[in-house]
């Protein structure tokens, strides 16, 4: 869990909303769904209700973090999300040991994406 706290942080999860130019925004963390339910489109399901509810409270952007290259490898498929920045595993130095701790991580979760949706 540390190190992944220091993934979000290499990302810039610290100025969200410098990046993103508004203080309006929500953050969805830790998407994930059992292997037993996948392919049942629970997540986009999920994504899709947060959209809505982000929207009725004034909500400019969604935004989340994810370890996974298909935000990079099949855009079209994101829903409206782009890719604001990203971080390829395998030249990640972790700031405390200066270790390549991702070093050998593959395809697909050898990138860690930051993305983001306006919603107005």
């Known amino acids: 869990m540390f190190i992944c706290v220091k993934l979000m942080v290499a990302i810039g999860v610290n100025q969200l909303s410098d990046i993103l130019g508004t203080k309006k925004f929500w953050e969805m963390r830790m998407g994930t769904v059992h292997p037993s339910y996948r392919r049942k489109g629970l997540l986009p399901e999920l994504t899709k209700r947060s959209t809505v509810l982000a929207k009725q409270r004034g909500i400019e952007k969604l935004v989340a973090?994810?370890?996974?290259?298909?935000?990079?490898?099949?855009?079209?498929?994101?829903?409206?999300?782009?890719?604001?920045?990203?971080?390829?595993?395998?030249?990640?130095?972790?700031?405390?040991?200066?270790?390549?701790?991702?070093?050998?991580?593959?395809?697909p979760n050898d990138v860690q994406v930051l993305i983001a949706k306006t919603l107005t």
């Open 65 to 107: 973090c994810q370890t996974y290259n298909k935000a990079l490898v099949e855009p079209s498929k994101m829903d409206g999300f782009e890719v604001i920045r990203h971080i390829e595993l395998k030249n990640y130095l972790d700031p405390v040991t200066g270790h390549k701790v991702f070093s050998g991580m593959k395809p």
